[in-house]
C-alpha cells in the first residue's frame, strides 16, 4: 500500500496544454516535495510546500498544499517538450528525517 | 559547487551475489540517504546516514546494509542478491534543510 498516490499515473499531451497532476494521502505531511527526474537521473527538487493551503508558483508551475495538508497538485501552464519526465511528490514530517515518495505521474509533452 | 556522485553507474550481478554501491554527497553536506527505485513500487526509502551513525531506516530486509565514512562518503551492501534486487539505486545528500540532491543512481540488473 502506498502511502502517497497520484493521479494519473501516466499523461501525453500536445505541447501547449495545461495539465494537472494530483498526489493523495490519508495521512498529514509537515511538508511536502515536488520533484522531477528525467531518465537516467535522479529526481531533482522543484519546491517544497509546508502550510496548509499554501500556494507557489515556478514559472508556469504552480504548486498547491490542501488545507488538510493530505494532498496537493501540480499544475502546468502551456506545457512544453522540456517538460517530459516523471513528476514525484514526497511527504515528510517534522519529526523524522525521512521522506515517503508517491507513485509518480509520467508526462509527455508531444512537440 | 559538485553534485552527488554514484558509482559504479550501471552494474550487472548473478543472484546470490553481493554488491557494494558508492555515494559521494556533495562537500558539506552530513546527511545521506539511499533509495529503490523500481516501476512497480517506485521510489522507496532504505535508510539514511547522520555522521556516521544511521539515523533512519525503512523496511528491507536484513540484506540490505549501509555505512558512513568519516568524510561523509556512503556505501550500501546487498548481499544474496534476488531477482527482484534489480533497480536503480539512488543516493540523496542533504545540508540542514530538507532539499534533498539526488545522484544520478547506479542501476543494478541481477540475473
Known amino acids: 500500500t502506498q502511502l502517497l498516490e497520484q493521479s494519473p499515473q501516466f499523461l501525453s499531451i500536445q505541447e501547449g496544454e495545461n495539465l494537472t497532476v494530483y498526489c493523495n494521502s490519508s495521512?498529514?505531511?509537515?511538508?511536502l516535495q515536488w520533484y522531477r527526474q528525467e531518465p537516467g537521473e535522479g529526481p531533482v527538487l522543484l519546491v517544497t510546500?509546508?502550510?496548509?493551503?499554501e500556494v507557489k508558483k515556478l514559472k508556469r508551475l504552480t504548486f498547491q498544499f490542501g488545507d488538510a495538508r493530505k494532498d496537493s497538485s501540480l499544475h502546468i501552464t502551456a506545457a512544453q517538450p522540456g517538460d517530459t519526465g516523471l513528476y514525484l511528490c514526497?511527504?515528510?514530517?517534522?519529526?523524522?528525517?525521512?521522506?515517503?515518495f508517491g507513485t509518480g505521474t509520467s508526462l509527455t509533452v508531444i512537440p | 559547487k559538485a553534485g552527488v556522485t554514484q558509482t559504479p553507474r550501471y552494474l550487472i550481478k548473478t543472484r546470490g551475489q553481493q554488491v557494494t554501491l558508492s555515494c559521494s554527497p556533495i562537500s558539506g553536506h552530513r546527511s545521506v540517504s539511499w533509495y529503490q527505485q523500481t516501476p512497480g513500487q517506485g521510489l522507496q526509502f532504505l535508510f539514511e546516514y547522520f555522521s556516521e551513525t544511521q539515523r533512519n531506516k525503512g523496511n528491507f530486509p536484513g540484506r540490505f546494509s549501509g555505512r558512513q565514512f568519516s568524510n561523509s562518503r556512503s556505501e550500501m551492501n546487498v548481499s544474496t542478491l534476488e531477482l527482484g534486487d534489480s533497480a536503480l539505486y539512488l543516493c540523496?545528500?542533504?545540508?540542514?534543510?530538507?532539499?534533498?540532491?539526488f545522484g544520478p543512481g547506479t542501476r543494478l540488473t541481477v540475473l
Open positions: 540523496a545528500s542533504r545540508p540542514v534543510s530538507d532539499e534533498q540532491f
Open positions: 495521512s498529514v505531511f509537515s511538508s
Open positions: 510546500v509546508v502550510t496548509g493551503g
Open positions: 514526497a511527504g515528510g514530517w517534522n519529526t523524522g528525517n525521512q521522506f515517503y
